[in-house]
T-cell receptor, first 115, second 117 residues
């Protein structure tokens, strides 16, 4: 079965600083990887996705992620944090290669942005 | 438009009540999902419908009964729930398998916050 591990349940950065949220995956076949963001009391919003077309993926709100097969990683970055980025971030892997149309989520990383 | 709507936003029910959650999308998606999310946890898959047929049931207790009456609508019927069933219930939808592409991006609704007393 495929899985993702998010390193760090809480990350705190200063406004304007680099944001780095880590995600490592485990998969026996090429994975499809996603980052979602969840603001308090809301659903999940897709930030970006990797579907093998390009290893560097750009998403919404200035976020991007790089797929590194050698490191089995898909870390999320943003050059300059904004207060509005404070939220819960989930990395997820699609199990589509096995026919299951469902996502397996990491445990989540809560991003705090300090003024 | 990538909108999935869910009603109600909040629901409080007793353990003997029967209630239903509703999810709707008009994106032409033919796969729909129910997830359960407890506080400070990731979403957990409950059910998947593909072309209006139940394709995955993650061993969910029978007090949760899903229904997909048409391609735009997904319901979750609730009966005799327990306090531990209190959670955020999320609905999502996606295109089914596209030829040559092994992924289907899921779009989530805002969720229904359920409290069982």
């Amino acid at each position: 079965a495929q899985s993702v591990t998010q390193l760090g349940s809480h990350v705190s950065v200063s406004e304007g600083a680099l944001v780095l949220l880590r995600c490592n995956y485990s998969s026996s076949v090429p994975p499809y990887l996603f980052w979602y963001v969840q603001y308090p009391n809301q659903g999940l919003q897709l930030l970006l996705k990797y579907t093998s077309a390009a290893t560097l993926v750009k998403g919404i709100n200035g976020f991007e992620a790089e797929f590194k097969k050698s490191e089995t990683s898909f870390h999320l970055t943003k050059p300059s944090a904004h207060m509005s980025d404070a939220a819960e971030y989930f990395c997820a892997v699609s199990e589509g290669s096995t026919g299951r149309r469902a996502l397996t989520f990491g445990s989540g990383t809560r991003l705090q942005v300090q003024p | 438009d990538t909108e999935v709507t869910q009603t109600p936003k909040h629901l409080v029910m007793g353990m003997t009540n029967k209630k239903s959650l509703k999810c709707e999308q008009h994106m032409g998606h033919r796969a729909m999902y129910w997830y359960k999310q407890k506080a400070k946890k990731p979403p957990e898959l409950m059910f998947v419908y593909s072309y209006e047929k139940l394709s995955i049931n993650e061993s969910v207790p029978s007090r949760f009964s899903p229904e997909c009456p048409n391609s735009s609508l997904l319901n979750l019927h609730l009966h005799a729930l327990q306090p531990e069933d209190s959670a955020l219930y999320l609905c999502a939808s996606s295109h089914p398998w596209a030829a040559g592409e092994r992924t289907d991006t899921q779009y989530f609704g805002p969720g229904t916050r359920l409290t069982v007393l």
